[in-house]
């Protein structure tokens, strides 16, 4: 196969041989081969943009990276495609804030990319993009002249037409997704809603799993949920149950059950609805005050967004408040953590909760309901809380599926958790598990390149 340039704001180059990296570093694992390069951003400011890209070897790949100026990181990221395209692409239209000088650094920052890109590709790479960052990223490699297969994944939902035409540049995205020969969504739905656009916004004729654009330009649209390395995160979480932090949690507990939620701070996660839902979950079930444990993990991001700081306000003071409301001496219903915790710890945590509450009010996947599936004992699993908005709705189905806005349907799954009987939460674990492990990382690279190919393939013949 032609060498893979892999695209992505941000590059995670492995540090030593046992980093053990979340997300799309561990999900491109395994076709990240020898030869293989991964372009973005460096993670830095500097005073000047980057004329090259440092380059640096881990284990047969190449990473090359760029810095990004103050200026440019204000517009291109904060401003536009975190003011901008995220809030809109979770339904949050009145979080939109679009200004045209984000916009402008948007796309500086695509072309900036593409140009030092340029100087790196060779004729027949096939290249990967991902996210909402660098949309317009394959319409200037094009322009540029680049000829070889491109491919773009989008990690978050997409929106219906209705909610697209709000952003006052939203045809423009559609027009450059369309660049792409292959463009893959998490789900049907956003599948569906992204054809929609092409349609309805652009004037383009959807055959099937193919969008032909007025100007003849064909774009295949597939749909590739995103999964984990399962039964490397199953081990690791058999490790880890001997890890210092989880024993000495696990011993913390005397006999109460766990309850445990993971997510980046961001208003898309539904974290001051779950804390609501707990709290009804208390007054409604009194028979698991004392009983249980809610942990809440939540690593602080995108503190420069005014909404995360405001969101952290917020949580602060709903945990104040429940807390206050319903503590004990001896026992503490929330534990709230805004600090990361180490990977391994996180996969221990998970083996000995008996609910995993996962109630976004929008995301793409959610890999944290995959993760706490291969964690579980299979012998004494704990019960999945999932929120019908995640993409892992769609493939997890014997999860107890709630509707996140409603408070008193979490209360109520949660209750329903913390009383389910054994056989029953094996049942729906084995079944859990069977998928998770179906659906991993692996299937999900092999199923884009794959489509990448096949596509080129096409377009030779
Ligand atoms: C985007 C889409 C889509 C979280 N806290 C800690 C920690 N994490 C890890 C989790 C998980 C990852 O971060 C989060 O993944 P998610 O899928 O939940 O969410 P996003 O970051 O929003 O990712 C999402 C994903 O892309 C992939 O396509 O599923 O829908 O929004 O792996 O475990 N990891 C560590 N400490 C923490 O405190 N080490």
Same mark, same amino acid.
């Not at 440019?72 to 679009?98: D, E, K």
């Not at 999932?386 to 997890?396: C, D, R, V």
């Given at each position: ?26 999900a ?10 991964w372009?973005g951003w ?12 440092s ?16 200026e440019?990181?204000r517009?291109?990221y ?18 939109l ?9 948007y ?15 060779q004729?027949d ?26 491919g ?12 697209? &035409? ?9 027009d450059d997704l369309?660049?792409y020969d292959?463009?893959?969504? &998490? ?10 656009c092409?349609?309805?916004m ?15 330009r064909t774009?295949r649209?597939?749909?590739?949920p ?7 995160? *199953? ?5 880890a ?5 989880? *024993? ?6 005397v ?18 609805h779950?804390?609501?839902?707990y ?5 409604r079930?009194?028979?698991?005050r ?5 942990? &809440? ?19 602060d003071?709903l945990?104040g408040?429940?807390?206050? =409301?319903?503590s ?9 953590? *805004?600090r ?21 009010? =929008? ?8 993760e706490?599936?291969?964690? &579980? ?7 999945l ?15 107890l ?26 049942e ?16 999900y ?15 030779a013949?």
């Amino acid at each position: 196969m032609a060498r893979l340039v892999i695209v992505s704001n941000r590059v995670p180059i492995p540090k030593s041989r046992v980093t053990q990296a979340g997300g799309l570093a561990v999900a491109l694992r395994d076709i990240l081969v020898p030869g293989s390069m991964w372009f973005g951003w460096s993670g830095r400011i500097a005073g000047e943009p980057s004329a090259t890209a440092s380059l640096v070897e881990a284990r047969g790949v190449t990473y090359a990276t760029v810095d990004l100026t103050e200026e440019q990181h204000r517009g291109f990221y904060t401003g536009f495609a975190n003011g901008a395209l995220w809030p809109l692409l979770h339904f949050r239209l009145g979080l939109l804030r679009f200004r045209r000088e984000d916009y402008e650094a948007y796309l500086d920052v695509n072309a900036a990319f593409a140009s030092t890109m340029a100087g790196l590709l060779q004729g027949d790479d096939t290249v990967w993009v991902h996210d909402y960052h660098l949309i317009p990223l394959g319409s200037v490699l094009r322009r540029g002249g680049f000829s070889g297969p491109l491919g773009f994944f989008l990690h978050v939902p997409f929106v219906p037409p209705s909610m697209m &035409q709000a952003l006052p540049v939203g045809r423009e995205m559609i027009d450059d997704l369309c660049h792409y020969d292959v463009v893959g969504f &998490q789900t049907e739905e956003h599948a569906r809603d992204f054809r929609d656009c092409a349609q309805r916004m652009l004037g383009a004729t959807v055959r099937g799993e193919s969008v032909q654009t007025r100007d003849g330009r064909t774009v295949r649209v597939i749909v590739d949920p995103i999964g984990i390395d399962a039964d490397a995160f *199953t081990h690791m979480a058999e490790r880890a149950s001997r890890d210092k932090t989880v *024993t000495r949690l696990a011993e913390s507990l005397v006999d109460r059950a766990l309850a445990i939620g993971v997510d980046r701070m961001d208003y898309s996660k539904g974290l001051p609805h779950r804390f609501e839902a707990y709290a009804r979950l208390l007054e409604r079930f009194p028979e698991h005050r004392r009983k249980v444990h809610l942990l &809440q993990i939540c690593p602080r991001s995108r503190e420069e967004v005014d909404e995360y700081r405001r969101l952290r306000a917020e949580l602060d003071q709903l945990s104040g408040r429940i807390n206050g =409301r319903y503590s004990e001496f001896d026992w503490t219903p929330l534990r709230y953590s *805004t600090r990361a915790a180490p990977r391994t710890t996180l996969a221990g945590l998970y083996r000995i909760a008996r609910v995993g509450v996962v109630t976004p009010l =929008r995301d793409g996947m959610n890999l944290v309901a995959k993760e706490f599936v291969a964690a &579980q004992r299979d012998e004494d699993p704990g019960v999945l809380i999932l929120s019908q908005f995640a993409g892992a709705a769609h493939e997890l189905t014997e999860a107890l599926i709630v509707n996140p806005f409603d408070a008193d349907a979490i209360a109520e799954a949660m209750h329903q958790a913390l009383s389910m009987p054994l056989a029953e939460r094996r049942e729906r674990h084995a079944r859990l598990k069977a998928k998770v492990r179906s659906t991993n990382a692996q299937a999900y690279c092999q199923r884009f390149v794959d489509a990448l190919a096949a596509t080129a393939a096409t377009q030779a013949a």
